[in-house]
């Protein structure tokens, strides 16, 4: 029996082959058509990886083609996460009068607020910018000014509802955090 290489793969020689393809012997299962059916098999096999292939690229390109899309809201990007921190700042120049309203978000920095780079950092940088005075601490009895100011909202998950003033202790934490107010 004779065999030849075809691309890799062994097949028998012609006269071995079906009749239909110029071989001497008839039926498919004759003695020797088995390597015929064998280098079938093989080639079959290559089939499957190669359509394994195509299919496994073909998943990776859509699954790429999803990554970092950016869906669009009425021109704005909308961001993949929440804001860690988003706040609505309040500010009243005398008591009773009209406030300005102003809104912050950090991280990503945004919001109505005049300068929201330069508040998002005066927030992120100071100690515990919320946190209530601590109880008989002896404050001055200076009135610094009339301001007032009420902020509200979401810091790094947790609700604040802080209000600040100019008046004796509150001038101690309006100026910890007092370039927001401006």
């Known amino acids: 029996m004779v065999f ?11 006269e071995h082959l079906p009749s239909r393809l110029g071989g001497r012997l008839g039926g498919r299962n004759q003695p020797g058509a088995a390597y015929v059916q064998g280098a079938m098999m093989m080639n079959m096999l ?47 120049g005398k008591p009773g009068a009209k406030p300005h309203r102003w809104t912050l978000r950090c991280d990503p920095v945004g919001g109505t607020h005049p300068n929201p780079a330069a508040a998002c950092h005066t927030l992120l940088h100071a100690k515990r910018p919320f946190a209530p005075l601590p109880d008989h601490v002896m ?16 810091w790094f998950g947790k609700h604040v509802d802080s209000h600040f003033n100019q008046r004796g202790c509150g001038n101690l934490r309006w100026n910890k955090i007092g370039q927001v107010f401006n």
């Open 4 to 14: 030849r290489q075809t691309r890799g793969v062994a097949a028998a020689a012609s």
């Open 46 to 92: 290559r089939a499957g990886t190669g359509a394994r292939s195509i299919l496994i690229a073909a998943v990776c390109a859509a699954a790429l083609s999803a990554c970092g899309s950016v869906h669009a809201n009425s021109g704005t990007a909308v961001s993949a996460h929440p804001a860690k921190v988003s706040l609505v700042i309040q500010v009243a």
């Open 139 to 154: 404050c001055p009895m200076i009135v610094a000014g009339s301001k007032t100011a009420t902020i509200s909202g979401t």
